[in-house]
C-alpha cells in the first residue's frame, strides 16, 4: 500500500434552513469553520442533517468532496449555458464537511481508514446525488450530471472520535478493499447498472453500506434498474 497524505484545506459545518419549492429544510449551505472542531460518530459537532433518512447518520458520519472537481463544474457549466452562480462553485458547495486536493473517487477504495486530525474515519460509500443540488445551483439538471460525471465525493463513517481543523493532514492507514475504488463501485451503479457478477460482488462486500449493498441485491432479484426520477429530478 503507498503512503498517502493530504492537507485538508477547509472544514465546513452547516445549519438546517428552509430550501426547495416546498421549503423542505436543507443543511446543504456549509460554512468554513476556523480553530478545531470535534468530530463525533456523528460527525462534527455543530453540523445538521435536516433529512435524517437519506443523510447524515452513522454511516454518512462525514462528507468529503474534491475541490480539483470544482474548476471541471465551472467549464462543463458554462458550455451547458447552466445559469450557475460561480460563487457557488467553491468547497462548501456540494454540502461537504472536508475539502482537499489531490485526491478523487478514483483514488478512494470502500472501506479504506484515514487518520483524520486525532479521529480515525473510514470510508463507506459514495454521495448519491439528489434533486437538492439542483435547487443549489439553480440548475434542474445539476444532480443528473453529477451522478453521470461520477464526480460525487464520498462519506466517512467515524471509528475514533477526536478533534480537526483546517491544516491538519488525512493520512491513511489500512486499505481493505484495494479493487473496489469508488469510481468502480460509481461504474457498477451507474454505468454497467446490470452485471450480475459484479452486483453480486457488492453484495458480498461488508465494507460497504447495508443500503448499497441491499440495491445490489435488489436489483439482482429484480434483473432491472430502480427509478432514480424521484431523487434526481426537483418536486413540483
Not at 90 to 100: A, Q
Not at 121 to 147: D, E, I, T
Request: glycine share 8%.
Amino acid at each position: 500500500m503507498t503512503k498517502q497524505n493530504y492537507r485538508i484545506d477547509t472544514i465546513l459545518t452547516g445549519m438546517a434552513v428552509p430550501f426547495g419549492p416546498k421549503g423542505q429544510p436543507s443543511a446543504i449551505a456549509k460554512q468554513s469553520l476556523e480553530g478545531s472542531v470535534s468530530i463525533t460518530k456523528l460527525g462534527l459537532v455543530g453540523d445538521e442533517q435536516a433529512d435524517s433518512r437519506h443523510h447524515g447518520g452513522p454511516e454518512k458520519a462525514l462528507h468529503h468532496y474534491a475541490s480539483d472537481h470544482y474548476p471541471a463544474w465551472a467549464r462543463e457549466c458554462a458550455s451547458e449555458a447552466a445559469e450557475i452562480s460561480l460563487e457557488k462553485l467553491v468547497p462548501g458547495g456540494f454540502g461537504e464537511n472536508i475539502s482537499t486536493k489531490g485526491l478523487s473517487e478514483a483514488d478512494v477504495c470502500v472501506g479504506d481508514i484515514y487518520r483524520l486530525g486525532t479521529a480515525l474515519v473510514q470510508v463507506s460509500q459514495g454521495r448519491q446525488p439528489c434533486w437538492k443540488l439542483n435547487v443549489r445551483f439553480g440548475w434542474p439538471k445539476m444532480a443528473s450530471a453529477v451522478q453521470l460525471s461520477g464526480r460525487t465525493g464520498w462519506y466517512y463513517r467515524v471509528l475514533e472520535e477526536g478533534k480537526v481543523q483546517a491544516g491538519d493532514s488525512l493520512e491513511l492507514r489500512d486499505r481493505l478493499a484495494e479493487h473496489w475504488s469508488l469510481a468502480d463501485i460509481h461504474n457498477v451503479l451507474y454505468v454497467d447498472t446490470l452485471n450480475q457478477e459484479k452486483l453480486k460482488s457488492l453484495v458480498a462486500l461488508e465494507l460497504l453500506t447495508e443500503s448499497w449493498q441491499a440495491l445490489a441485491q435488489k436489483r439482482l432479484a429484480r434483473c432491472e434498474v430502480e427509478d432514480w426520477s424521484r431523487r434526481l429530478e426537483t418536486p413540483l
